[in-house]
Protein backbone atom coordinates (compact mmCIF):
# COMPACT_ATOMS: atom_id res chain seq x y z
CA UNK A 1 0.00 0.00 0.00
CA UNK A 2 1.31 3.42 -1.11
CA UNK A 3 0.07 6.71 -0.31
CA UNK A 4 -1.89 8.62 -3.21
CA UNK A 5 -1.96 12.24 -3.84
CA UNK A 6 -5.06 13.32 -5.64
CA UNK A 7 -4.84 15.32 -9.12
CA UNK A 8 -7.18 18.91 -8.03
CA UNK A 9 -9.33 20.11 -11.01
CA UNK A 10 -10.70 24.14 -10.89
CA UNK A 11 -13.74 24.54 -12.84
CA UNK A 12 -16.27 27.57 -12.68
CA UNK A 13 -18.67 25.65 -10.93
CA UNK A 14 -16.34 24.39 -7.96
CA UNK A 15 -15.94 25.49 -4.72
CA UNK A 16 -13.41 27.88 -2.78
CA UNK A 17 -14.32 26.68 0.56
CA UNK A 18 -15.28 23.18 0.62
CA UNK A 19 -12.72 20.86 -0.71
CA UNK A 20 -9.94 23.42 1.10
CA UNK A 21 -11.86 22.78 4.54
CA UNK A 22 -11.95 19.17 3.51
CA UNK A 23 -8.04 18.84 3.33
CA UNK A 24 -7.26 21.21 5.60
CA UNK A 25 -6.03 24.18 3.59
CA UNK A 26 -6.35 27.76 3.71
CA UNK A 27 -9.56 28.91 2.79
CA UNK A 28 -10.67 30.35 0.44
CA UNK A 29 -8.76 29.11 -2.09
CA UNK A 30 -7.26 30.59 -4.93
CA UNK A 31 -9.97 29.35 -7.48
CA UNK A 32 -12.93 27.44 -7.52
CA UNK A 33 -12.52 23.56 -7.06
CA UNK A 34 -14.47 21.25 -8.49
CA UNK A 35 -12.75 18.13 -8.29
CA UNK A 36 -10.26 16.17 -6.62
CA UNK A 37 -9.46 12.61 -8.89
CA UNK A 38 -7.91 9.59 -7.06
CA UNK A 39 -6.88 6.98 -10.20
CA UNK A 40 -5.58 6.76 -13.46
CA UNK A 41 -7.09 8.72 -16.00
CA UNK A 42 -4.65 10.03 -18.53
CA UNK A 43 -6.03 13.41 -18.67
CA UNK A 44 -5.34 13.79 -14.78
CA UNK A 45 -3.35 10.87 -12.95
CA UNK A 46 -2.75 10.44 -9.13
CA UNK A 47 0.51 10.58 -7.99
CA UNK A 48 1.55 7.28 -5.69
CA UNK A 49 4.56 8.16 -3.35
CA UNK A 50 6.70 4.73 -3.58
CA UNK A 51 10.32 4.83 -2.12
CA UNK A 52 10.87 8.46 -1.38
CA UNK A 53 9.49 9.09 -5.19
CA UNK A 54 6.65 10.04 -6.94
CA UNK A 55 5.17 8.46 -9.93
CA UNK A 56 1.92 8.76 -11.72
CA UNK A 57 -0.37 5.77 -10.86
CA UNK A 58 -1.02 5.68 -14.92
CA UNK A 59 2.60 5.14 -15.14
CA UNK A 60 2.42 2.69 -12.24
CA UNK A 61 -0.43 0.35 -13.46
CA UNK A 62 0.80 0.45 -17.24
CA UNK A 63 4.42 -0.54 -16.05
CA UNK A 64 2.86 -4.04 -14.15
CA UNK A 65 -0.39 -4.32 -14.54
CA UNK A 66 -0.54 -8.43 -13.12
CA UNK A 67 1.18 -6.81 -10.06
CA UNK A 68 -0.71 -3.99 -10.06
CA UNK A 69 -4.23 -5.08 -11.03
CA UNK A 70 -4.44 -8.70 -10.57
CA UNK A 71 -6.70 -11.14 -11.73
CA UNK A 72 -8.70 -8.15 -13.40
CA UNK A 73 -6.12 -7.14 -15.85
CA UNK A 74 -6.74 -8.92 -19.55
CA UNK A 75 -10.60 -7.90 -18.55
CA UNK A 76 -9.75 -4.60 -18.88
CA UNK A 77 -6.91 -4.62 -21.17
CA UNK A 78 -4.46 -3.73 -18.54
CA UNK A 79 -6.14 -0.51 -16.98
CA UNK A 80 -7.62 0.01 -13.92
CA UNK A 81 -11.38 0.43 -14.69
CA UNK A 82 -12.62 3.31 -12.29
CA UNK A 83 -11.96 6.67 -11.35
CA UNK A 84 -12.77 7.84 -7.50
CA UNK A 85 -13.26 11.46 -7.03
CA UNK A 86 -14.55 13.71 -4.12
CA UNK A 87 -16.97 16.63 -6.09
CA UNK A 88 -17.83 19.80 -5.16
CA UNK A 89 -20.57 21.93 -6.65
CA UNK A 90 -21.01 25.52 -5.75
CA UNK A 91 -23.17 26.15 -8.87
CA UNK A 92 -24.48 23.89 -11.34
CA UNK A 93 -22.90 21.65 -13.52
CA UNK A 94 -24.12 21.36 -17.14
CA UNK A 95 -27.37 19.03 -18.08
CA UNK A 96 -25.79 16.02 -19.34
CA UNK A 97 -25.71 12.05 -20.42
CA UNK A 98 -23.22 9.95 -20.91
CA UNK A 99 -23.03 6.58 -24.12
CA UNK A 100 -23.49 3.18 -23.66
CA UNK A 101 -20.68 0.75 -23.94
CA UNK A 102 -21.29 0.78 -27.72
CA UNK A 103 -21.91 4.18 -28.21
CA UNK A 104 -19.24 5.55 -26.76
CA UNK A 105 -16.28 2.79 -29.43
CA UNK A 106 -18.67 3.94 -32.51
CA UNK A 107 -18.53 7.27 -31.67
CA UNK A 108 -14.91 7.43 -30.63
CA UNK A 109 -13.79 5.62 -33.60
CA UNK A 110 -16.09 7.77 -35.54
CA UNK A 111 -14.44 11.18 -34.06
CA UNK A 112 -11.17 9.95 -34.93
CA UNK A 113 -11.77 8.64 -38.29
CA UNK A 114 -12.73 12.80 -38.67
CA UNK A 115 -9.86 13.15 -37.49
CA UNK A 116 -10.99 15.37 -34.68
CA UNK A 117 -8.26 16.36 -31.83
CA UNK A 118 -8.67 14.27 -28.53
CA UNK A 119 -8.12 18.07 -27.19
CA UNK A 120 -10.81 19.78 -29.06
CA UNK A 121 -13.33 21.50 -27.37
CA UNK A 122 -15.72 20.33 -30.32
CA UNK A 123 -15.06 16.40 -29.36
CA UNK A 124 -17.95 14.37 -27.61
CA UNK A 125 -15.90 11.22 -27.15
CA UNK A 126 -12.79 11.19 -25.63
CA UNK A 127 -12.45 7.76 -25.04
CA UNK A 128 -14.17 4.17 -26.36
CA UNK A 129 -15.74 3.52 -22.42
CA UNK A 130 -18.96 3.96 -21.23
CA UNK A 131 -19.76 6.29 -17.76
CA UNK A 132 -21.96 4.86 -15.62
CA UNK A 133 -21.51 6.68 -11.86
CA UNK A 134 -22.43 6.44 -8.49
CA UNK A 135 -22.27 9.55 -6.51
CA UNK A 136 -22.46 9.68 -2.42
CA UNK A 137 -23.13 12.79 -0.53
CA UNK A 138 -20.88 13.60 2.23
CA UNK A 139 -23.32 16.92 2.86
CA UNK A 140 -26.80 17.70 1.64
CA UNK A 141 -26.64 16.95 -2.07
CA UNK A 142 -28.85 18.49 -4.54
CA UNK A 143 -29.54 17.09 -8.55
CA UNK A 144 -31.55 16.59 -11.35
CA UNK A 145 -31.63 12.90 -12.40
CA UNK A 146 -33.85 11.15 -15.35
CA UNK A 147 -37.44 11.71 -16.87
CA UNK A 148 -39.70 12.22 -13.90
CA UNK A 149 -42.91 9.97 -14.80
CA UNK A 150 -45.16 11.70 -17.65
CA UNK A 151 -48.39 12.28 -15.82
CA UNK A 152 -46.57 13.91 -12.59
CA UNK A 153 -44.59 16.26 -15.23
CA UNK A 154 -48.57 16.93 -16.78
CA UNK A 155 -49.92 18.37 -13.29
CA UNK A 156 -45.87 20.41 -13.00
CA UNK A 157 -47.20 21.80 -16.01
CA UNK A 158 -50.58 22.83 -15.45
CA UNK A 159 -49.75 24.00 -11.84
CA UNK A 160 -47.73 26.85 -13.67
CA UNK A 161 -50.99 28.10 -15.42
CA UNK A 162 -49.12 29.33 -18.43
CA UNK A 163 -51.43 29.38 -21.18
CA UNK A 164 -48.20 28.90 -23.51
CA UNK A 165 -47.29 25.49 -21.79
CA UNK A 166 -50.49 24.08 -22.30
CA UNK A 167 -50.23 22.58 -25.94
CA UNK A 168 -47.43 20.77 -24.58
CA UNK A 169 -49.19 19.86 -21.46
CA UNK A 170 -51.67 18.36 -23.64
CA UNK A 171 -48.85 16.61 -25.96
CA UNK A 172 -47.72 14.69 -23.29
CA UNK A 173 -50.77 13.90 -21.89
CA UNK A 174 -52.41 12.24 -24.96
CA UNK A 175 -48.57 9.85 -24.69
CA UNK A 176 -47.94 9.84 -21.21
CA UNK A 177 -44.79 7.70 -21.96
CA UNK A 178 -41.13 7.66 -23.60
CA UNK A 179 -42.53 8.52 -26.71
CA UNK A 180 -44.11 11.45 -25.42
CA UNK A 181 -41.08 12.45 -23.26
CA UNK A 182 -38.64 11.97 -26.64
CA UNK A 183 -41.17 14.63 -28.68
CA UNK A 184 -41.46 17.10 -25.84
CA UNK A 185 -37.94 17.18 -25.04
CA UNK A 186 -36.48 17.71 -28.90
CA UNK A 187 -39.38 19.97 -29.62
CA UNK A 188 -37.95 22.16 -26.40
CA UNK A 189 -34.04 21.86 -27.26
CA UNK A 190 -34.21 22.56 -30.67
CA UNK A 191 -36.64 25.79 -30.24
CA UNK A 192 -35.91 28.58 -32.18
CA UNK A 193 -34.29 31.47 -30.18
CA UNK A 194 -37.56 34.05 -30.76
CA UNK A 195 -39.36 31.11 -29.71
CA UNK A 196 -37.27 30.62 -26.69
CA UNK A 197 -37.24 34.19 -26.22
CA UNK A 198 -40.95 34.29 -25.81
CA UNK A 199 -41.99 31.56 -23.43
CA UNK A 200 -39.02 30.99 -21.13
CA UNK A 201 -39.96 34.65 -19.39
CA UNK A 202 -43.66 33.47 -19.03
CA UNK A 203 -42.38 30.45 -17.77
CA UNK A 204 -40.60 32.22 -15.25
CA UNK A 205 -43.33 34.59 -14.19
CA UNK A 206 -45.08 31.11 -13.60
CA UNK A 207 -42.77 29.75 -11.41
CA UNK A 208 -42.84 33.17 -9.17
CA UNK A 209 -46.72 33.30 -8.74
CA UNK A 210 -46.67 29.92 -7.64
CA UNK A 211 -44.48 30.22 -4.75
CA UNK A 212 -46.12 33.33 -4.33
CA UNK A 213 -49.34 31.85 -3.73
CA UNK A 214 -47.98 30.03 -0.48
CA UNK A 215 -46.77 27.22 -2.05
CA UNK A 216 -43.40 27.73 -0.87
CA UNK A 217 -44.49 27.44 3.01
CA UNK A 218 -46.77 24.34 2.19
CA UNK A 219 -43.85 20.99 3.15
CA UNK A 220 -47.01 18.72 1.27
CA UNK A 221 -46.33 20.44 -2.03
CA UNK A 222 -44.02 18.39 -4.20
CA UNK A 223 -43.12 21.23 -6.78
CA UNK A 224 -41.68 23.96 -4.63
CA UNK A 225 -38.30 22.67 -5.15
CA UNK A 226 -38.86 22.21 -8.97
CA UNK A 227 -39.87 25.88 -9.43
CA UNK A 228 -37.14 27.07 -7.21
CA UNK A 229 -34.27 25.31 -9.25
CA UNK A 230 -36.00 26.75 -12.60
CA UNK A 231 -35.71 30.01 -11.39
CA UNK A 232 -31.98 29.68 -10.11
CA UNK A 233 -31.11 28.13 -13.36
CA UNK A 234 -32.85 30.81 -15.83
CA UNK A 235 -30.66 33.59 -13.74
CA UNK A 236 -27.36 31.31 -13.98
CA UNK A 237 -28.29 30.47 -17.68
CA UNK A 238 -30.50 33.18 -19.26
CA UNK A 239 -32.23 32.31 -22.34
CA UNK A 240 -30.83 28.99 -22.18
CA UNK A 241 -33.13 25.77 -23.62
CA UNK A 242 -31.75 23.45 -20.57
CA UNK A 243 -33.54 25.46 -18.20
CA UNK A 244 -37.29 24.38 -19.89
CA UNK A 245 -35.70 20.83 -20.22
CA UNK A 246 -35.36 20.87 -16.78
CA UNK A 247 -39.17 20.70 -16.13
CA UNK A 248 -39.21 17.36 -17.73
CA UNK A 249 -36.16 15.96 -15.01
CA UNK A 250 -36.61 14.66 -11.28
CA UNK A 251 -35.67 16.91 -8.75
CA UNK A 252 -34.10 14.42 -6.37
CA UNK A 253 -31.55 15.70 -2.58
CA UNK A 254 -29.45 13.36 -1.32
CA UNK A 255 -29.03 13.13 2.55
CA UNK A 256 -25.39 12.88 3.90
CA UNK A 257 -24.24 8.97 3.11
CA UNK A 258 -27.23 8.64 0.28
CA UNK A 259 -26.14 7.94 -3.11
CA UNK A 260 -27.08 8.49 -6.53
CA UNK A 261 -26.27 6.39 -9.55
CA UNK A 262 -27.04 7.17 -13.17
CA UNK A 263 -26.43 4.49 -15.90
CA UNK A 264 -25.85 5.10 -19.71
CA UNK A 265 -28.35 7.43 -21.49
CA UNK A 266 -29.78 8.63 -18.13
CA UNK A 267 -30.01 13.19 -18.18
CA UNK A 268 -28.99 14.82 -15.19
CA UNK A 269 -27.02 17.61 -13.99
CA UNK A 270 -25.46 17.92 -9.88
CA UNK A 271 -26.68 21.33 -8.60
CA UNK A 272 -24.99 21.87 -5.24
CA UNK A 273 -23.47 19.97 -2.99
CA UNK A 274 -20.11 17.67 -1.91
CA UNK A 275 -19.64 13.97 -2.52
CA UNK A 276 -17.70 11.07 -3.03
CA UNK A 277 -17.70 10.02 -6.74
CA UNK A 278 -17.15 6.88 -8.50
CA UNK A 279 -17.35 6.10 -12.12
CA UNK A 280 -16.15 3.88 -15.16
CA UNK A 281 -12.70 5.17 -16.19
CA UNK A 282 -13.86 7.60 -18.91
CA UNK A 283 -14.46 11.44 -19.80
CA UNK A 284 -16.85 10.77 -22.29
CA UNK A 285 -19.75 13.58 -21.64
CA UNK A 286 -22.67 14.38 -23.74
CA UNK A 287 -24.02 17.80 -22.98
CA UNK A 288 -27.41 19.61 -23.17
CA UNK A 289 -27.39 22.97 -22.09
CA UNK A 290 -26.79 24.90 -18.94
CA UNK A 291 -23.19 25.44 -19.98
CA UNK A 292 -20.96 27.74 -22.35
CA UNK A 293 -18.94 24.01 -23.62
CA UNK A 294 -19.64 22.58 -26.81
CA UNK A 295 -23.54 21.20 -27.17
CA UNK A 296 -24.33 18.89 -29.52
CA UNK A 297 -27.87 18.32 -29.50
CA UNK A 298 -28.58 15.44 -32.84
CA UNK A 299 -25.64 13.42 -30.55
CA UNK A 300 -27.21 14.22 -27.28
CA UNK A 301 -30.77 12.67 -28.91
CA UNK A 302 -28.83 9.25 -29.72
CA UNK A 303 -27.87 9.01 -26.67
CA UNK A 304 -30.67 9.73 -24.38
CA UNK A 305 -32.87 6.97 -22.48
CA UNK A 306 -36.50 9.34 -22.23
CA UNK A 307 -37.70 6.02 -20.24
CA UNK A 308 -38.93 7.09 -16.93
CA UNK A 309 -36.93 6.83 -14.29
CA UNK A 310 -37.88 6.23 -10.75
CA UNK A 311 -35.90 8.22 -7.89
CA UNK A 312 -32.41 6.26 -8.69
CA UNK A 313 -31.67 6.72 -4.96
CA UNK A 314 -29.32 4.29 -3.57
CA UNK A 315 -29.67 3.62 0.24
CA UNK A 316 -26.13 2.15 1.80
CA UNK A 317 -26.47 -1.21 2.95
CA UNK A 318 -24.85 -2.86 6.34
CA UNK A 319 -22.29 -5.04 5.89
CA UNK A 320 -20.88 -5.88 8.95
CA UNK A 321 -20.46 -3.58 12.58
CA UNK A 322 -18.51 -0.33 10.36
CA UNK A 323 -19.60 -0.84 6.51
CA UNK A 324 -22.13 0.35 4.79
CA UNK A 325 -22.28 -1.10 0.65
CA UNK A 326 -23.53 0.91 -2.53
CA UNK A 327 -25.22 -1.48 -4.90
CA UNK A 328 -25.00 -0.97 -8.36
CA UNK A 329 -25.07 -3.07 -11.45
CA UNK A 330 -22.09 -1.41 -12.79
CA UNK A 331 -18.74 -3.89 -13.59
CA UNK A 332 -15.97 -1.23 -13.32
CA UNK A 333 -16.44 -0.62 -9.51
CA UNK A 334 -17.97 -0.85 -5.89
CA UNK A 335 -17.74 1.41 -3.10
CA UNK A 336 -18.09 0.90 0.55
CA UNK A 337 -18.22 3.36 3.04
CA UNK A 338 -16.19 2.75 6.73
CA UNK A 339 -17.77 4.27 9.79
CA UNK A 340 -14.49 3.69 12.07
CA UNK A 341 -15.24 3.90 15.32
CA UNK A 342 -12.18 5.72 18.19
CA UNK A 343 -10.80 2.90 20.25
CA UNK A 344 -12.26 -0.10 18.28
CA UNK A 345 -10.18 -2.48 17.01
CA UNK A 346 -8.39 -2.61 13.37
CA UNK A 347 -10.91 -3.61 10.92
CA UNK A 348 -10.78 -5.79 7.80
CA UNK A 349 -11.13 -3.87 4.51
CA UNK A 350 -12.80 -6.29 1.64
CA UNK A 351 -12.06 -6.05 -1.54
CA UNK A 352 -11.87 -7.18 -5.36
CA UNK A 353 -8.84 -6.90 -6.81
CA UNK A 354 -7.04 -3.16 -6.63
CA UNK A 355 -8.34 -0.63 -4.76
CA UNK A 356 -8.06 2.99 -2.93
CA UNK A 357 -8.75 4.07 0.10
CA UNK A 358 -10.29 7.42 0.97
CA UNK A 359 -10.32 9.06 4.19
CA UNK A 360 -13.16 12.15 4.30
CA UNK A 361 -13.36 12.73 7.82
CA UNK A 362 -10.83 12.17 10.68
CA UNK A 363 -7.49 10.51 10.88
CA UNK A 364 -7.40 6.50 9.76
CA UNK A 365 -4.50 3.88 10.04
CA UNK A 366 -4.22 1.52 7.72
CA UNK A 367 -2.16 -1.56 8.76
CA UNK A 368 -0.96 -4.42 6.40
CA UNK A 369 1.37 -6.47 8.41
CA UNK A 370 4.14 -4.52 9.64
CA UNK A 371 3.52 -1.66 7.53
CA UNK A 372 1.76 1.36 8.45
CA UNK A 373 0.18 4.41 6.52
CA UNK A 374 -1.84 7.18 7.96
CA UNK A 375 -4.41 9.21 6.08
CA UNK A 376 -6.37 12.00 6.89
CA UNK A 377 -9.40 13.66 5.29
CA UNK A 378 -8.80 14.21 1.25
CA UNK A 379 -5.63 11.96 1.69
CA UNK A 380 -6.17 8.48 0.07
CA UNK A 381 -4.00 5.01 -0.40
CA UNK A 382 -3.35 2.88 -3.79
CA UNK A 383 -3.73 -0.28 -2.82
CA UNK A 384 -2.03 -3.37 -5.67
CA UNK A 385 -4.15 -6.59 -5.92
CA UNK A 386 -0.74 -8.20 -4.08
CA UNK A 387 -1.28 -5.86 -0.89
CA UNK A 388 -3.52 -8.36 1.20
CA UNK A 389 -4.90 -8.39 4.55
CA UNK A 390 -5.50 -5.03 5.31
CA UNK A 391 -6.96 -3.34 7.76
CA UNK A 392 -7.99 0.17 9.33
CA UNK A 393 -8.19 1.86 12.19
CA UNK A 394 -9.70 5.64 13.60
CA UNK A 395 -7.22 7.64 15.33
CA UNK A 396 -8.12 10.10 17.73
CA UNK A 397 -11.85 10.39 17.20
CA UNK A 398 -14.06 8.64 15.14
CA UNK A 399 -13.30 8.45 10.94
CA UNK A 400 -15.00 7.92 7.95
CA UNK A 401 -13.40 5.96 5.22
CA UNK A 402 -14.61 4.96 1.56
CA UNK A 403 -13.12 1.60 -0.35
CA UNK A 404 -13.07 2.00 -4.09
CA UNK A 405 -12.69 -1.39 -5.96
CA UNK A 406 -13.63 -3.39 -9.00
CA UNK A 407 -17.38 -4.02 -9.24
CA UNK A 408 -18.36 -7.87 -7.91
CA UNK A 409 -18.22 -7.74 -4.48
Known sequence: MHE????????????????????????????????????????????????????????????????????????????????????????????????????????????????????????????????????????????????????????????LEVPELTPYAELLAAQPDSSGLRTLFTTWITLPQAMLASILPKVLDGCVHYLADGHSDSAADEFTPEMRTVLELAEAYPGDAGVLAVLLLNRITLEPGQGLFLDAGNLHAYLHGVGVEIMANSDNVLRGGLTPKHVDVPELLRVLDFEPLELPIVKPEPVGEYSFRYRTPATEFALRRFELDAGAAPTSIPRTGPGILLCTDGSVRLLQGSDELRITPGGAAWISAADINIRAQALGGPAQLFCACVGGQ
Not at 45 to 56: D, F, I, L, W
Not at 79 to 104: G, N, V
Not at 110 to 137: C, F, G, W
Open 4 to 159: LVGALRSYAWGSRTALAQLCGRPVPSAHPEAELWFGAHPADPAQVRVNGRTESLLELVASDPQRQLGAVAPEFGGRLPFLLKILAAEEPLSLQAHPSADQARAGFERENLQHVPLDSPMRNYRDDSHKPELIVALSRFEALAGFREPRRTVALLRA
